[in-house]
């Protein structure tokens, strides 16, 4: 794949023989961004788990101490008083049978979709369409609940998701690079700390294979995970 001129230069930054303490990779994720644009800060983890295992398909949300740097757009699926209080918490779209429609005709104006656990048996028809997309509401991730307030407050307020790949890899945003490397750090610590205490009991040997950081379209930094471990 060949690079760019403005990649190679970032590239010259990074020694991809190293792991770096979290503090001097989040010097350099901001370092190595040369987009015009407040580039996304995403964390990588390569992951010794087997996401055809039911109990090592990691996937959950949470909210991260400094948010995203991105305000998602939030639509509810709910009727009557769970509909008035979706209204009020701020969430961009409310709607029952005839927002269902109007995504199954092709309408995706949002980031996150939640629905009260009554709408999940007419959302279902829309599983094919908003499965590929992500955007399927799930009681792992918090977006089916009863608790509307609750989820499109967290959502405004930097809640994510996070989910396995095919191959056992979880990337998340982590937030932007307009962020201060110590908001970036708190941030990460954050996702790492949830996802070792979801380490599957049946994994053995190394849990995490390596954990890289990176920004929109820059190169991927490694990062050592004992850096990680230090309290502070």
């Given at each position: 794949m060949k690079r760019g001129k403005k990649y190679l230069e970032a590239a010259k930054?990074?020694?991809?023989?190293?792991?770096?303490?979290?503090?001097?990779?989040?010097?350099?994720?901001?370092?190595?961004?040369?987009?015009?644009?407040?580039?996304?800060v995403e964390a990588a983890f390569r992951l010794n788990v087997d996401p055809r295992k039911a109990e090592q398909n990691l996937r959950g949300a949470l909210v991260l101490p400094h948010g995203t740097g991105k305000?998602?757009?939030?639509?509810?699926?709910?009727?009557?008083?769970?509909?008035?209080?979706?209204?009020?918490?701020?969430?961009?779209?409310?709607?029952?049978?005839?927002?269902?429609?109007?995504?199954?005709?092709?309408?995706?104006?949002?980031?996150?979709?939640?629905?009260?656990?009554?709408?999940?048996?007419?959302?279902?028809?829309?599983?094919?369409?908003?499965?590929?997309?992500?955007?399927?509401?799930?009681?792992?991730?918090g977006t089916v609940t009863m608790d509307v307030t609750k989820a499109v407050n967290e959502i405004k307020n930097g809640k994510i998701e996070y989910r396995t790949d095919k191959v056992g890899n979880i990337h998340a945003p982590i937030g932007r690079v307009s962020f201060t490397p110590e908001k970036l750090k708190e941030n990460l610590k954050t996702l790492y700390d949830q996802l070792n205490r979801i380490k599957p009991t049946t994994v053995k040997g190394t849990y995490m294979k390596s954990i890289t950081v990176t920004s929109s379209m820059a190169p991927g930094i490694r990062v050592d995970e004992e850096s990680l471990k230090i309290r502070g």
């Amino acid at each position: 794949m060949k690079r760019g001129k403005k990649y190679l230069e970032a590239a010259k930054l990074i020694d991809k023989t190293q792991k770096y303490t979290v503090e001097e990779a989040m010097d350099l994720v901001k370092k190595t961004s040369y987009v015009k644009f407040d580039a996304t800060v995403e964390a990588a983890f390569r992951l010794n788990v087997d996401p055809r295992k039911a109990e090592q398909n990691l996937r959950g949300a949470l909210v991260l101490p400094h948010g995203t740097g991105k305000v998602s757009r939030v639509v509810v699926i709910a009727q009557g008083e769970k509909a008035k209080e979706a209204e009020a918490a701020g969430a961009d779209h409310v709607g029952a049978q005839e927002l269902i429609q109007k995504i199954g005709a092709g309408w995706f104006e949002f980031d996150v979709m939640v629905a009260t656990p009554d709408m999940m048996g007419q959302l279902g028809k829309l599983g094919r369409i908003l499965g590929p997309k992500g955007l399927m509401p799930n009681p792992k991730t918090g977006t089916v609940t009863m608790d509307v307030t609750k989820a499109v407050n967290e959502i405004k307020n930097g809640k994510i998701e996070y989910r396995t790949d095919k191959v056992g890899n979880i990337h998340a945003p982590i937030g932007r690079v307009s962020f201060t490397p110590e908001k970036l750090k708190e941030n990460l610590k954050t996702l790492y700390d949830q996802l070792n205490r979801i380490k599957p009991t049946t994994v053995k040997g190394t849990y995490m294979k390596s954990i890289t950081v990176t920004s929109s379209m820059a190169p991927g930094i490694r990062v050592d995970e004992e850096s990680l471990k230090i309290r502070g």
